[in-house]
């Protein structure tokens, strides 16, 4: 599966942005579904993770309340729904697809998509 990660962009903190990230070539509700964010000089950090069907949803605590995950798998496109936004949530933020179950570990996932750059501004 290829992944195409879009809607990055410079926001003001506390605002809102919604990232896309749209998947072809495999069967879209076969993948467990995450997003990923590294910020300049820092490790890859887990966001958020969607399962395949039911849409059994995990986040991580930095982001919890915050940004939401969600799926449309007739349009083969998952979002990252981030409101109120912070300067630490600076980051290239890129989707990733796996066949197992919801996880945190990037070694859960097999396809990654290029990154969207999003920039929150103090």
């Known amino acids: 599966v290829q992944l195409q990660a879009s809607g990055g962009g410079l926001v003001q903190a506390g605002g809102s942005l919604r990232l896309s990230c749209a998947a072809s070539?495999?069967?879209?509700?076969?993948?467990?579904m995450a997003w990923f964010r590294q910020a300049p000089g820092k490790r890859r950090e887990f966001v958020a993770t969607?399962?395949?069907?039911?849409?059994?949803?995990y986040s991580a605590d930095s982001v919890k309340g915050r940004f939401t995950i969600s799926r449309d798998n007739a349009k083969n496109t998952v979002y990252l729904q981030m409101d109120s936004v912070k300067p630490e949530d600076t980051a290239v933020y890129c989707c990733?697809?796996?066949?197992?179950?919801?996880?945190?570990?990037?070694?859960?996932?097999?396809?990654w998509g290029q990154g969207t750059l999003v920039t929150v501004s103090s």
């Open positions: 969607i399962s395949r069907n039911v849409g059994v949803t």
């Open positions: 070539g495999g069967t879209f509700s076969d993948y467990t």
């Open positions: 990733a697809a796996g066949r197992r179950k919801i996880s945190s570990s990037p070694d859960n996932y097999d396809a």
